[in-house]
């Protein structure tokens, strides 16, 4: 009898959770019964290709004014209180502990037994508790899946309790609203209620890894995707959601590490996760035919629209939310590489889709620029969907993901400096976002360009051009690059308008140096002198 159908581990397997179901209990189940299941009960459907789409409810992507952490004896000092590290007491933590636990007991549950990080000296297990069936999939397709044998004797270090139809009453309850993801590193147990959003799993996993890897075992976390070429060369991309992370490290010519979490030890960089998590909004095989091709039986589809009267995915459709997303292995990617562990990096990219139209579309950063856009983390988002609002807006997010970050900003920041200096790394800006002018007026980048300049510079082919620097950031701009028009490089010249550029360059240079002012005081020179010159 395997491991997965023995009647001792189904019965067992909550024991150490704490939940004494009388439900029904499915254990491992694999991806193509979890399909099954959720399509019988009527809480997803096939598409064309037979991938599972669901619609998560009320919540299509994170809500990160609603993590709470225990402030106990391991955080109270360690982890940077904010608002979106809200403390909360041990004692809040235990009374909401105990109604998630018996609104669980009360429901069929699917369990899975996982664990996240690929290099074995830092793995770490996790069970995951889901309340229905395509949760337990994102679980399956998400993180990494031990083999029989590891499961005969499997201790969890970490619990994932995940009770969507559970809400939190504010008033007692001590949230905001009644969703909620509480963490405690004491416990060592997540809570997530009140939300199907399945993201907030994987960000909860992301969040505990970016407290134990660098405050206890010296490991830098990461937001970023990272391949490597066939000469053994690894790259690392970081961005925030829409930069072009997981398009950009899809890379037929390299093996894929990893799309979006990653750590970096003394000798190597490797995977936290076992899957992808994909945008698909405006996906086309053309552009993306990594991730299109990876819609297919096992794959989950969050919250897409289709054609009408068909199970046709209409990529373009925005009905339900722009976020729309596809988890799947990494499997599904024909250049995965196995295991997911590369060598340290030779290059870093710095992603943003910078929507006002100022910064070059490929640059080259000194260490202290290289830090400094570390910390501000910059991207320009178009509020295209709020009803009035057409300008860009500036989102400045430290170290490219401040929400998943329980310690102080500088502690990574120190770390990648320090990384980036003893490995000699070439740090570059890439702008995937507007050419021409600022949203509205000039034109988003050409994926082909943005992937010529990244194949330029993993190929040394930037080594030895001329550079010129920009004005108001001062990051250096190639003159030329192989199989891109010389006159985008220097977004300038690709204005109409050159003083609206200029003027505009100054104001956003501005909106850096105010949000930089909270972290002035625990950088150093090197990192100041980086500034914009307005």
Not at 346 to 351: P, V
Not at 359 to 387: D, H, N, R, W
Not at 460 to 469: H, I, Q, S, T
């Amino acid at each position: 009898m395997s491991v997965l159908q023995s009647s001792e581990t189904i019965n067992g397997v909550l024991t150490q959770t704490g939940i004494a179901t009388q439900q029904t209990l499915h254990y491992q189940q694999t991806p193509a019964a979890l399909t099954a299941t959720t399509v019988l009960l009527g809480q997803g459907k096939l598409n064309d290709n037979g991938a599972l789409t669901i619609n998560t409810g009320e919540f299509t992507g994170r809500s990160p004014k609603d993590k709470f952490c225990v402030k106990d004896e391991i955080t109270a000092d360690a982890v940077h209180w904010n608002d979106f590290n809200i403390a909360i007491t041990p004692e809040v933590f235990d009374a909401m502990h105990t109604k998630v636990k018996k609104h669980l007991q009360e429901k069929e549950l699917w369990v899975r037994d996982a664990y996240v990080c690929a290099d074995p000296k830092y793995k770490l297990n996790i069970r995951v508790v889901n309340e229905n069936p395509w949760s337990n999939l994102f679980a399956y397709n998400m993180f990494l899946r031990p083999t029989e044998n590891e499961l005969q004797n499997f201790l969890p270090e970490w619990t994932i309790l995940h009770a969507p139809t559970f809400n939190a009453d504010p008033l007692v309850d001590g949230t905001r609203q009644h969703n909620f993801a509480m963490t405690s590193f004491t416990k060592k147990i997540i809570l997530i209620g009140g939300t199907g959003y399945t993201g907030e799993m994987k960000k909860g996993i992301f969040t505990i890894l970016n407290f134990i890897l660098p405050h206890q075992k010296n490991v830098l976390s990461m937001h970023c995707s990272a391949n490597v070429g066939a000469d053994g060369d690894t790259a690392i991309f970081f961005g925030l959601s829409g930069t072009g992370k997981t398009t950009l490290s899809a890379d037929p010519n390299r093996k894929l590490i990893g799309d979006d979490e990653h750590g970096w030890t003394d000798n190597s960089i490797f995977n936290f996760e076992g899957g992808c998590y994909a945008k698909l909004i405006n996906l086309s095989a053309k552009n993306e035919p990594e991730i299109y091709n990876a819609i297919k039986p096992g794959a989950l589809l969050e919250n897409v629209g289709f054609v009408d009267g068909t199970n046709v995915v209409d990529f373009t459709s925005k009905e339900i939310t722009e976020n729309t997303r596809i988890s799947y292995p990494l499997s599904f990617i024909s250049n995965a590489l196995v295991p997911s562990v590369g060598a340290i990096p030779k290059n870093i990219f710095f992603l943003t889709a910078d929507s006002y139209g100022i910064f070059p579309p490929i640059s080259k950063l000194t260490a202290g620029q290289a830090m400094y856009q570390f910390i501000s983390g910059y991207t320009a988002k178009v509020a295209g969907t709020e009803a009035g609002v057409k300008e860009p807006s500036a989102t400045f997010s430290a170290c490219f993901g401040a929400p998943f970050l329980p310690l102080h900003p500088g502690k990574y920041a120190t770390m990648l400096g320090k990384k980036m200096t003893d490995a000699k790394v070439n740090v570059f800006m890439i702008n995937t976002g507007w050419t021409g002018g600022a949203y509205g007026t000039g034109s988003r980048m050409k994926l082909a360009y943005t992937r010529s300049m990244i194949t330029a510079a993993l190929e040394g082919k930037l080594d030895n051009v001329e550079y010129e620097a920009h004005p108001v950031f001062g990051m250096m701009m190639p003159k030329e690059c192989p199989n891109v028009p010389s006159e985008i490089l220097n977004p300038r010249n690709t204005w109409a308008d050159k003083n609206a550029y200029d003027e505009n360059a100054i104001a956003l240079g501005k909106q850096f140096i105010k949000n930089f002012e909270k972290y002035e005081a625990g950088v150093s020179e090197e990192i100041l002198v980086a500034a914009p010159k307005v």
